[in-house]
């Protein structure tokens, strides 16, 4: 039976959690297929008909999936999924909260942020914030699971040629639900989860104003600004902006770590990094455990100067 591969997107781009997914999907034995759901979608549509390993790109354009919403989503996917032996999204925003209500429709299990796949039925996840990995074996008719996008490598964006098809699918008469309206950060950094670089920092900047160095910092190399939950909470930052168990799960090139001290929460977002460089004061900071590099130092005399060298 087909694999599908539902896709997130913003109506004309694949993000990039899409790619990992399919990248996930070549590891299981069958053709694959991309749902693209959404309004006035199908340039996105085309984008994922010129990935390589796609056999079938499914186009469902309707005003009643214009926003995402799962409520809306959901059971015409249920009914499409019954046609596949497995259904992959990516363990974003979207697809933690889409496939989990897909799964309670099908009456099926699901296995969640899946970082391996061992054998068609057989995944691998992380479980207590990412320090011990379980092996789960899927045993239904239909295998659902969403893909941690740092887990498996992307697949190409030019070197397919699939074919679209429209299909006809409808939201629920009985929607109970209604979009309001949605704030959406706009930044002209690279978005957190796919950043080649992130400089990070915890509650040890003090204050909001004290982020500005590590803006300075990750504009000069081209990457992202995270946080702890910590400093997120304090208000330092937006959430938007957090690493870590209850935030986002990056894995760049190279992570920079600033007055962060290293909870294990913070550690399951972030400890996957090529290479970590962590600056703190305290030379006992669990950080220093997982790091490649690391600077015992004043941060505040620290990141200014290693700011000036990048110059």
């Given at each position: 039976?087909?694999?599908?591969?539902?896709?997130?997107?913003?109506?004309?781009?694949?993000?990039?959690?899409?790619?990992?997914?399919?990248?996930a999907a070549a590891k299981l034995d069958g053709p694959v297929h991309v749902l693209v759901m959404g309004s006035g979608c199908r340039t996105a549509a085309e984008a994922a008909a010129k990935l390589p390993g796609v056999e079938t790109v499914l186009l469902a354009d309707a005003d009643?999936?214009?926003?995402?919403?799962?409520?809306?989503?959901?059971?015409?996917?249920?009914?499409?999924?019954?046609?596949?032996?497995?259904?992959?999204?990516?363990?974003?925003?979207?697809?933690?909260?889409?496939?989990?209500?897909?799964?309670?429709?099908?009456?099926?299990?699901?296995?969640?942020?899946?970082?391996?796949?061992?054998?068609?039925?057989?995944?691998?996840?992380?479980?207590?914030?990412?320090?011990?990995?379980?092996?789960?074996?899927?045993?239904?008719?239909?295998?659902?699971?969403?893909?941690?996008?740092?887990?498996?490598?992307?697949?190409?964006?030019?070197?397919?040629?699939?074919?679209?098809?429209?299909?006809?699918?409808?939201?629920?008469?009985?929607?109970?639900?209604?979009?309001?309206?949605?704030?959406?950060?706009?930044?002209?950094?690279?978005?957190?989860?796919?950043?080649?670089?992130?400089?990070?920092?915890?509650?040890?900047?003090?204050?909001?104003?004290?982020?500005?160095?590590?803006?300075?910092?990750?504009?000069?190399?081209?990457?992202?600004?995270?946080?702890?939950?910590?400093?997120?909470?304090?208000?330092?930052?937006?959430?938007?902006?957090?690493?870590?168990?209850?935030?986002?799960?990056?894995?760049?090139?190279?992570?920079?770590?600033?007055?962060?001290?290293?909870?294990?929460?913070?550690?399951?977002?972030?400890?996957?990094?090529?290479?970590?460089v962590a600056i703190n004061k305290d030379e006992e900071a669990p950080i220093f455990q997982v790091s490649d590099f690391g600077l015992v130092a004043d941060l505040f005399k620290a990141v200014p100067e290693l700011s000036a060298a990048v110059d």
């Amino acid at each position: 039976m087909p694999i599908l591969v539902v896709a997130e997107h913003d109506a004309t781009q694949l993000k990039q959690a899409t790619l990992t997914t399919l990248g996930a999907a070549a590891k299981l034995d069958g053709p694959v297929h991309v749902l693209v759901m959404g309004s006035g979608c199908r340039t996105a549509a085309e984008a994922a008909a010129k990935l390589p390993g796609v056999e079938t790109v499914l186009l469902a354009d309707a005003d009643a999936f214009a926003h995402d919403l799962a409520e809306a989503m959901a059971p015409p996917l249920a009914a499409l999924a019954k046609s596949y032996s497995h259904v992959l999204a990516p363990a974003s925003t979207f697809g933690k909260n889409l496939m989990p209500r897909v799964a309670a429709l099908l009456d099926v299990a699901m296995a969640s942020d899946i970082t391996d796949i061992e054998s068609a039925d057989t995944v691998v996840r992380p479980i207590y914030a990412g320090n011990a990995l379980a092996t789960v074996r899927l045993t239904d008719a239909v295998k659902m699971m969403t893909v941690r996008g740092t887990a498996f490598e992307p697949v190409a964006t030019e070197d397919g040629n699939a074919a679209v098809q429209d299909l006809a699918m409808a939201a629920p008469e009985d929607l109970r639900v209604r979009f309001i309206g949605r704030d959406v950060s706009v930044s002209e950094r690279p978005e957190l989860g796919s950043a080649r670089v992130v400089v990070a920092g915890g509650r040890g900047l003090q204050s909001a104003e004290n982020f500005k160095m590590l803006e300075a910092l990750a504009d000069k190399l081209g990457g992202a600004v995270g946080a702890t939950r910590a400093a997120v909470d304090a208000g330092f930052v937006p959430n938007d902006l957090q690493v870590g168990q209850t935030g986002k799960v990056v894995a760049p090139e190279l992570y920079i770590a600033v007055g962060i001290s290293g909870a294990i929460q913070h550690l399951a977002g972030m400890k996957d990094s090529k290479v970590i460089v962590a600056i703190n004061k305290d030379e006992e900071a669990p950080i220093f455990q997982v790091s490649d590099f690391g600077l015992v130092a004043d941060l505040f005399k620290a990141v200014p100067e290693l700011s000036a060298a990048v110059d």
